[in-house]
């Protein structure tokens, strides 16, 4: 015997007429005398069933009327199409089944307040909203993973446990590493993929990274995936390029497949529809005056003296100005990471761009051309307080065939949260986890 249903929700259209069995859970129970409507939801999707007393035993009847909200059923009828029905068709039931109780659900459809839900996540990713953002971060993924490798790419696995940090010293997670000392959580899977860059040509890495960033922002995770592609023979312009051409590439497929999620999300598509090539470009210098222009346009987006780093404010006045994601190139070279090349026309800034999304939704993507001459990153690696003998192999990288290459690092829920218009990025991972989050 098998507990496989016939089908499923989402392609119950091809059963009009039959007998099927679902198997789901409760989203939603009413009834009216004689007629119980459980609303069945698959993880598919969500389909109407209707449970008349005639038609049914006395005990299936007594059962469908005591059903918990998300007891778990398989539902056993006759498919009808109706146009009146959300989705279209309705199941008519002859047997019902109760393959797992539930009482007292605690996520009602009233109103929690998100601390709430928060404490019960792995419940609240059942809910009608919370599955429409997490099947986009999957489309996102997908779409990622597949335009990357219609391009070519070579996926490359970088290691989670590092030796060494990569995006600045202030915000590693550290733990024992038996006699060899302190291991880190990865900040980037960068480093690696450039060892890959330069067997393949090119390639990404797509894991999950951490940060122990003790910021309490909309836009932090201390865990959070990264995808990054990493390109040989390829300078500042070409990353740009392939940067807007994936970013476009993953809008316009979530667009496409995803409609319906971006519909209980009460998306408006029409920002995600412009995200097309070519994107805006602007140098951090003229951004520097485009935020001086429109200061007080944005709470909190004060004029920024050279040098200096973006807040998000900022980032928030330097998108508003554009109608699609906008790439600020060339930033100071002090404030970026240690392996960017410099601009070769003005040494003090590099070849580096952040790909800020529109509505205030910050940066998505980080990436730059790398230093490929051994010596000048050596002295990079030193001017940054790092340890030499640490970067013994990715200097060897700049030693025997190197190349002019580029890279860059999309952070998925950033994106996801984007994309689908959430203002937190917390609800774009199944369990997020944050300075003051680690359960459940
Ligand atoms: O700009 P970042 O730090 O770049 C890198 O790590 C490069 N090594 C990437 C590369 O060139 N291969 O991070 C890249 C992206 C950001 O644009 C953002 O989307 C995301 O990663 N990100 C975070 N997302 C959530 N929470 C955080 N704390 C994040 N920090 C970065
Ligand atoms: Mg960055």
Not at 135 to 140: I, K, L, N, S
């Amino acid at each position: 015997m098998s507990l496989q249903p016939t089908t499923t929700v989402a392609r119950i259209a091809g059963y009009v007429g039959e007998t099927v069995t679902l198997a789901g859970w409760v989203y939603h129970k009413t009834g009216k005398g004689k007629l119980v409507f459980l609303l069945l939801r698959d993880g598919s999707g969500t389909i109407q069933c209707v449970i008349f007393k005639k038609q049914v035993s006395e005990t299936t009847f007594a059962l469908a009327q005591q059903l918990g909200q998300e007891a778990a059923c398989r539902v056993t009828g006759s498919v009808r199409a109706d146009e009146r029905a959300p989705g279209g068709f309705e199941l008519d039931v002859h047997e019902l089944e109760l393959v797992g109780p539930s009482v007292e659900y605690p996520i009602s459809p009233k109103d929690h307040g998100v601390e709430f839900l928060m404490e019960h996540r792995h419940l609240w990713v059942r809910s009608a909203r919370q599955h429409a953002l997490l099947r986009v971060r999957a489309e996102v993924i997908a779409a990622a993973q597949e335009w990357l490798n219609e391009q070519g790419f070579i996926r490359f696995d970088s290691p989670i446990l590092t030796a060494t940090a990569a995006e600045g010293t202030s915000n590693l997670f550290a733990t024992d590493y038996f006699d060899l000392g302190k291991a880190y959580l990865a900040q980037t899977g960068q480093l690696y993929v450039e060892a890959g860059m330069m067997a393949f040509g090119k390639v990404y890495c797509f894991g999950p990274t951490f940060r122990a960033e003790k910021s309490k922002t909309r836009r932090h995770l201390t865990e959070f995936w990264m995808i990054e592609p990493e390109v040989a023979f390829a300078d500042h312009e070409d990353n740009l390029v392939l940067q807007e051409q994936f970013v476009s590439a993953i809008v316009q497929r979530v667009l496409e497949r995803r409609a319906a999620d971006l519909d209980v999300l009460e998306r408006d598509t029409t920002v995600l529809k412009r995200c097309v090539p070519p994107f805006p470009r602007i140098s951090y210098d003229d951004a520097l005056e485009l935020i001086n222009a429109h200061q007080g346009e944005v709470e909190g987006a004060t004029p920024v003296p050279w040098g200096e780093d973006f807040g998000a404010p900022h980032e928030q006045l330097i998108a508003s100005q554009f109608d699609r994601p906008v790439f600020v190139e060339r930033y100071p070279a002090a404030i970026k990471a240690f392996y960017m090349e410099p601009d070769p026309a003005r040494p003090e800034v590099a070849l580096c761009a952040d790909l800020l999304a529109p509505e205030g939704y910050g940066e998505i993507i980080g990436g730059s051309q790398r230093i490929h001459d051994p010596d000048l990153l050596e002295r990079r690696i030193n001017e940054h307080g790092l340890d030499v003998a640490d970067y013994r192999w990715y200097l060897d990288l700049r030693r025997y065939g190197t190349v002019p290459h580029s890279g860059f690092g999309m952070g998925i829920e950033r994106a996801v949260a984007w994309i689908t218009g959430t203002r937190h990025i917390r609800e774009t991972i199944p369990f997020p986890r944050m300075l003051y989050r680690i359960y459940p």
